[in-house]
């Protein structure tokens, strides 16, 4: 299985940007997907992630009410729509991917937890 993370970029304060994660190797549909991010100098966070069937979905604090994490499992690909940006939320992004239990791996009670596969970082930087 490989994840390949895209649509980063430098946007303004304030503005949208809409990430990409895309599976290959497997089908899409095994998979809980999380999306992650670490900034310089800080730990890695979890953000949000998706369960398999798209009926569970968690956001951290730090994006709930800005950021939609949505599946489109034909294409094998699970999005992250970010709007309201803040300079704050620079970081590398991360997609990963985990066939476990969904109570463990991706649950509306506590961060995303996964293990299996993880996708090269695009870059999103927020200006002020």
């Known amino acids: 299985v490989q994840l390949q993370a895209s649509g980063g970029g430098l946007v303004q304060a304030g503005g949208s940007l809409k990430l990409s994660c895309a599976l290959s190797?497997?089908?899409?549909?095994?998979?809980?997907i999380g999306w992650f991010r670490q900034a310089p100098g800080k730990e890695r966070e979890g953000i949000s992630c998706?369960?398999?069937?798209?009926?569970?979905?968690y956001y951290a604090e730090s994006v709930k009410g800005r950021f939609i994490i949505s599946r489109d499992n034909a294409k094998n690909t699970v999005y992250l729509q970010m709007s309201s940006l803040k300079p704050e939320d620079t970081a590398v992004y991360y997609c990963?991917?985990?066939?476990?239990?969904?109570?463990?791996?991706?649950?509306?009670?506590?961060?995303?937890?996964?293990?299996?596969?993880w996708g090269r970082g695009t870059q999103v930087t927020v200006s002020s």
């Open positions: 998706i369960s398999d069937t798209g009926s569970t979905k």
């Open positions: 190797g497997d089908i899409l549909a095994y998979y809980h």
């Open positions: 990963a991917a985990d066939g476990g239990s969904p109570s463990y791996v991706c649950s509306n009670q506590g961060p995303p937890r996964f293990d299996d596969f």
